[in-house]
């Protein structure tokens, strides 16, 4: 197991952008499942977007969906989120993780905190 490392979080007012950055030193993320969920304050971890080892996506809530966006960089060696037309309600901590084993999230970065204000 590596270590993941976010980056990109930041507040950012409503209808604002912003993309986040999943990387860790040393790894092919081409060979790994990656998503990335989501935990606002008092509530429990949200699934927001994956992709596949061979690329395929996967979207979480329609409320995401079209507004979301998760792409590799395989020279990179980086999966990014893009979110556009950020609402109060996206404020959370966003979590990269991986499946280093199995079908199951096992590995989890520290994530990194997105604050939308309106």
């Known amino acids: 197991q590596v270590q993941l490392v976010e980056s990109g979080g930041r507040a950012v007012q409503a209808g604002g952008s912003l993309r986040l950055s999943c990387t860790a030193s040393g790894r092919t993320f081409s060979n790994y499942a990656t998503g990335w969920f989501r935990q606002a304050p008092g509530k429990g971890r949200e699934f927001v977007a994956s992709i596949s080892r061979g690329g395929g996506i996967t979207y979480g809530a329609n409320s995401m969906k079209g507004r979301f966006t998760i792409f590799r960089d395989n020279a990179k060696n980086t999966v990014y989120l893009q979110m556009n037309g950020l609402i109060p309600e996206d404020t959370a901590v966003y979590y990269c993780?991986?499946?280093?084993?199995?079908?199951?999230?096992?590995?989890w970065g520290h994530g990194t905190q997105v604050t939308v204000s309106s």
């Open positions: 993780a991986q499946q280093e084993t199995g079908n199951v999230w096992n590995n």
